[in-house]
């Protein structure tokens, strides 16, 4: 018989966390989290995603032992501002057992039906920086920090119990070799003289922290035509600022400014820390946190986290100027490969500008959607 517990305490939070630990413990590919750090961002008190979203976690039990678990999220900005009457779910994973999967999911149907909810959509996180997708195809390929990985089964339990796909998302990656730098060295002297713009490097995460927060309003205009698009809040910003910044190489965060100083472009690469967690085995201390640290430093992979151009420079080539910036970065580094994350399979505009590296699609993966049956007491 299964059973499904709503989490409310801190060692049920703790044990939702590490559930993966045990479902993957002979996977060499799954990547573990920091724990504390997944138990933080599950924080009401420090994740400011909560301020417009409710969450309700899950864990599903046979006896005494946990087999599954999922998050229920509530998303109001999406809801009552976009008014997509959408229930989100993520933190999606279970067993082999399709009855545990349906157990888990019904749970979440639930609830947005208690939120007169339209439809069911996962797994996503509470935001558009957070994990995306279940995994669909590349599952002999080593994971990252900010992707989820899962099982086959996964795709198969959601198919049969009525879910179907809603979005699709590629993964690519090419080996630094690939890129020439005549592809965009003359293009970019080209558009930074005839657009007035200039490149902005940096060689410390000091100098960085003034800009970011004008980053982030470009990232919230760059992709507001996007599908589920959500804009990141203020608060929400200072929170991905605290979080992220710190760990990013300042050389790896690239901008592009016209003649007064605005940012119209920036792009953020990330050294893949993969290795390094698979080391920590999710706890920074004894010796997580220097494996982390190494891997900052020397790591020969890097994972393109996000790029994004203004509305009024879009296809006018100014991409040219931060690939420049990169290669001459890169090469000092010694890169071997660079990896980027999901990006919608429709967004042609992103597929061309990468077009030119000969990229491999190295892993998909999807969300998926099921419309939520009204309740016979639901009149409304």
Avoid at 134 to 157: A, C, R, S
Avoid at 293 to 312: E, N, W
């Amino acid at each position: 018989m299964i059973i499904i517990k709503e989490v409310f305490s801190k060692s049920e939070l703790k044990k939702f966390v590490t559930f993966p630990f045990s479902l993957y413990k002979d996977n060499p590919y799954w990547i573990p989290p920091i724990i504390n750090d997944e138990l933080a961002s599950f924080d009401k008190t420090k994740n400011p995603a909560f301020e417009n979203a409710e969450a309700h976690f899950f864990l599903a039990y046979k006896g005494n032992t946990i087999v599954g678990r999922v998050v229920a999220i509530l998303n109001f900005t999406e809801i009552n501002q976009q008014g997509l009457k959408k229930m989100r779910f993520g933190w999606c994973d279970f067993i082999n057992d399709i009855s545990v999967t349906k157990a888990l999911l019904d749970k979440v149907s639930e609830i947005g039906k208690q939120h007169n909810l339209e439809y069911i959509e996962g797994p996503v996180g509470f935001s558009n920086l957070d994990k995306v997708g279940v995994l669909t195809e590349g599952f002999d390929q080593l994971g990252n920090m900010i992707t989820w990985y899962n099982h086959p089964y996964y795709k198969e339990h959601f198919e049969q119990l009525g879910y179907t796909k809603e979005k699709e998302y590629i993964e690519h990656i090419f080996p630094f070799s690939n890129v020439k730098p005549e592809l965009f060295l003359k293009a970019q002297a080209l558009i930074k003289k005839r657009y007035q713009l200039k490149s902005l490097n940096f060689t410390s995460t000091k100098e960085i922290m003034p800009y970011v927060d004008k980053m982030f309003d470009l990232f919230n205009e760059s992709y507001a035509k996007l599908s589920s698009f959500v804009p990141i809040s203020d608060t929400q910003k200072a929170y991905f600022k605290k979080k992220y910044i710190s760990f990013i190489n300042p050389e790896y965060i690239k901008y592009v400014t016209d003649k007064d100083d605005n940012i119209v472009a920036f792009a953020i690469v990330m050294p893949s820390f993969s290795e390094a967690l698979l080391k920590a085995k999710g706890k920074l201390l004894p010796f997580g946190m220097f494996h982390l640290l190494k891997a900052k430093k020397h790591s020969k992979d890097v994972i393109f986290y996000l790029i994004g151009v203004h509305p009024d420079f879009q296809n006018k080539g100014v991409h040219a100027i931060i690939f420049d910036e990169y290669f001459k970065t890169f090469t000092k580094k010694g890169i071997v490969n660079c990896i980027r994350t999901p990006e919608l399979e429709d967004n042609f505009a992103i597929h061309q500008i990468w077009k030119h590296f000969d990229p491999k699609i190295n892993k998909r993966r999807r969300t998926y959607r099921k419309e939520i049956t009204p309740s016979a007491f639901n009149i409304s």
